[in-house]
């Protein structure tokens, strides 16, 4: 039986996009896949949605380390201790003395993060940066296939980071099940009303944190 680790370290009930993705990949691969044995890798302190109980499922608790530190050594260590044959992860530093599989989901490269915070980064946050400036690079080489989700970041790693392009695909990522489509134009209309949008709006996604404030107001 195929052996896959999932990295969905940056899972809990607080979480934000990486989160989601996580939360929403471990259900529906429960749904569709009996035949693989999957460990899904979490981080013992947070709070962690309603996972699901699939019998091909091992839910492996680390403990909260530095993200360097279990990226670079506790990642390959998984490799080798649950006998893995791949690894899924949304991380864009992977382990520069392994050669393990790794495949790679990326929402976009690191730049834009990087140069939307850094007027109000840390210490720690521009070290952290700096590192990321520097293995991003070699990560992308490394990785054994990246998923984007978006052919703008496909575009971004081939343009900047010289990424072959047979080793990437784009694969869109899909609405939550919570979302639905209207049932009849009638709810559109009242949805419209209650925010006031009878005029149009403009659909926007972003954090309400102070990078997502930041990047918006810096691409406006």
Not at 86 to 104: A, E, F, G, K, Q
Not at 123 to 129: F, I
Request: charged share 25%; proline share 5%; aromatic share 10%.
């Amino acid at each position: 039986m195929t052996r896959i680790g999932i990295d969905a370290t940056s899972l809990s009930t607080t979480g934000k996009g990486v989160s989601t993705y996580q939360h929403n990949l471990i259900k529906h691969l429960a749904k569709q896949d009996e035949q693989t044995e999957y460990f899904i890798f979490l981080n013992g302190e947070n709070q962690f949605p309603e996972l699901p109980a699939s019998p091909n499922f091992t839910y492996v608790e680390v403990s909260s380390l530095n993200t360097i530190v279990l990226e670079q050594y506790h990642m390959p260590r998984w490799f080798s201790k649950y006998k893995l044959d791949l690894l899924h992860t949304t991380t864009d530093r992977l382990p520069l003395l392994s050669n393990s599989r790794i495949v790679v989901c990326l929402f976009e490269i690191p730049d834009y993060r990087i140069e939307a915070g850094k007027h109000h980064a840390s210490l720690y946050k521009r070290l952290t940066d700096t590192w990321t400036s520097r293995v991003f690079p070699l990560s992308m080489q490394k990785a054994a296939f990246i998923i984007t989700s978006s052919k703008s970041t496909m575009n971004d790693l081939v343009e900047r980071y010289n990424v072959a392009p047979d080793k990437m695909e784009v694969i869109h990522l899909a609405p939550a099940d919570v979302f639905t489509p209207a049932e009849s134009p009638e709810e559109i209309q009242d949805i419209r009303r209650e925010y006031g949008a009878e005029e149009g709006y403009i659909l926007h996604f972003s954090t309400s944190d102070q990078i997502g404030r930041a990047s918006c107001r810096e691409r406006v």
